[in-house]
């Protein structure tokens, strides 16, 4: 042991404290750790005065680090947890920094009090993590929402210009019968009165022909019943022949009709 440096036990753990103390201060302005490194330098300079053989002297000095790595670790451990990812930006360092400290330190204390921070630091990040996943289902959810929504108000709506069609048509026919003039609508039932009167004298032509029809056939016999026997069988000869024309004219006729 003799010859050894009385910095021995803190040699690779000296960064650390100017990385914990950084990552203290970023968590909020009030943690100013001014007086803990002046009264950390005194401590590490008596330390250096140690006569190299004088082994108890510098023991008791390097407790006394420990106990100010404690006291930092358990404020880092302190800080809250909205807080972390400041603390963690402060350095890229910093976790590398205090994993040393919980597996290679010979405090135990300080293995320990390491040991809680990396712990803290983990269950930080996975609450951030699933606060994160949490907002993002729910911005999600409401993307898959607003299609159904919005498909559900353009039915609403096609339903309801569907039931507004009648009334518009209706009220369309309503606005153009109020437009029309007196005139217009003498014109209109003129029109109307003419094609009545048409359509009443083609049938009374056609009832008129069906007369004639079925009552000439009936004037002739009767007529060659009254006449004398010779003179019967002279006109019924003609009548042969005047029936067939009239036959003729009238399916002529009703051809043509």
């Known amino acids: 042991m003799a010859g050894q440096s009385p910095l021995r036990r803190w040699k690779p753990f000296f960064a650390s404290f100017g990385l914990v103390d950084a990552a203290i201060e970023a968590a909020g302005p009030a943690l100013r750790r001014d007086e803990i490194r002046g009264a950390r330098g005194e401590v590490v300079e ?5 006569p190299a053989g004088d082994a108890g002297k510098a023991e008791e000095l390097c ?47 300080v293995r320990g009090l390491a040991r809680d921070v990396t712990r803290g630091w983990t269950a930080a990040v996975e609450g951030d993590v699933a606060r994160a996943k949490e907002r993002f289902d729910a911005v999600r959810g409401v993307n898959k ?10 039915s609403a709506e096609v339903e309801e210009k569907k039931m507004e069609a009648p009334e518009a048509s ?11 003039s007196p005139e217009e609508k003498e014109r209109m039932e003129a029109t109307k009165r003419k094609l009545r009167e048409g359509y ?36 019924r000869a003609r009548c042969g022949t005047s029936t067939a024309v009239v036959r003729r004219s009238l399916v002529s006729s009703f051809n043509r009709v």
């Open 63 to 109: 407790v006394a680090l420990d106990g100010f790595m404690a006291e930092s670790l358990l404020t880092l451990l302190a800080v809250p947890a909205e807080a972390v990812p400041s603390v963690l930006a402060s350095s890229a360092d910093l976790p590398k920094a205090v994993g040393a400290l919980r597996i290679h330190h010979q405090s135990a204390r």
């Open 170 to 180: 209706r009220r369309s026919s309503l606005d153009v019968k109020k437009r029309e």
């Open 46 to 50: 008596l330390l250096c005065g140690v």
């Open 200 to 235: 009443q004298e083609a049938e009374d032509a056609k009832r008129q022909r069906k007369i004639q029809v079925i009552t000439a056939p009936k004037m002739v016999e009767q007529r060659r019943r009254e006449m004398h026997p010779i003179l019967r069988d002279r006109s």
């Open 145 to 154: 929402a607003a299609p159904k929504l919005d498909a559900k108000r353009g």
